[in-house]
């Protein structure tokens, strides 16, 4: 009985090795393993067979049988890998022509805006500075002239965290509050940057939106330097025949403060809000009113897109749409 068992997997070993010279494939290869090491395959045939052996015959039929598997598996995860590099292949590959190129990305439409706003006035000679998004409400309105019972800032409140003392910022003008308190004048600084506000979402607001805001402290500073800023700047944006008017509002944080205007389309649109920096704001970062002087201005990145580049629907710049980001 041994002696047939052994016969047997010798004829397997033998067969295998005609087998295997013609495998030329991982298909074929696998079902070659079935055949003989699946559940149902020869070598399992062999080994229920040692049921009928003698206790000296198991041992010796059952080395060989474990031989003849190893040898197999071993000889079938070679040909797993090396017959690929050997086969013929049906497709030629020029190994000398160039690789597939990665299309480059490029700018958002805001960003782009937002370099070229601040490419302006850096012209000017202001510097950009950044500040947290994160703030209290000392930054955000305290120390703006903004004290927790004025009726504007119904308009700011926005986002608070849990602890009540700290919400997501309403402006950017917080960032001017902290330079100021960092640096003596004169300064020329603007502040760029993402704000949050409680407005509904509609082709014109988003409660997520950026800023440019922007301020000038120096001995003398008028009302006139104002104007004159920022009609250069409307002017440089927009193209040389740009107009632009200044109408009469409030801000809390500025006195007397403005709109300006310029004429799109037939008509007068508002792009922007300014004013001379109240003097409340400059003694909250210990600046002597009676020697300095200085003014301040704020733009929607948005707005100013969406006139430069003919978008007529805020959100599209939040959906991440390929059609519509890949225009610019």
Known sequence: MANGLLGRLQQIRSDLQARLVNVDSAEAAEAIRVEYLGKKGALQEVL???????????????KEANMVKEWLSESLSRLTFQPQQHRKSDRWIDLTAPGTSVPMGHEHPIRKMMQEINGIFERMGFWAADGPEVETEYYNFEALNIPADHPSRDGFDTFYLSSGQRLLRSHTSSAQIRVMEKHEPPLRVLSPGRVYRPDAVDASHSFSFHQVEGFMVDRQVSFADLKGTLSA????????????????????????????????????????????IHPNVLRAVQYDTDEWQGFAFGMGVERLAMIKYGIDDIRLFSENDLRFLEQF
């Open 48 to 62: 229920r067979g040692m049921g009928a052996l003698s206790a000296e015959e198991r041992p010796v039929v059952g």
């Open 233 to 276: 700047f409307a002017q440089e944006l927009f193209g040389p025949k740009t107009r632009t008017r200044f109408r009469p509002h409030f801000f809390p944080f500025t006195e007397p403060s403005v709109e300006m205007d310029f004429y799109w389309k037939n008509g007068w649109l508002e792009i922007l809000g300014a004013g001379m």
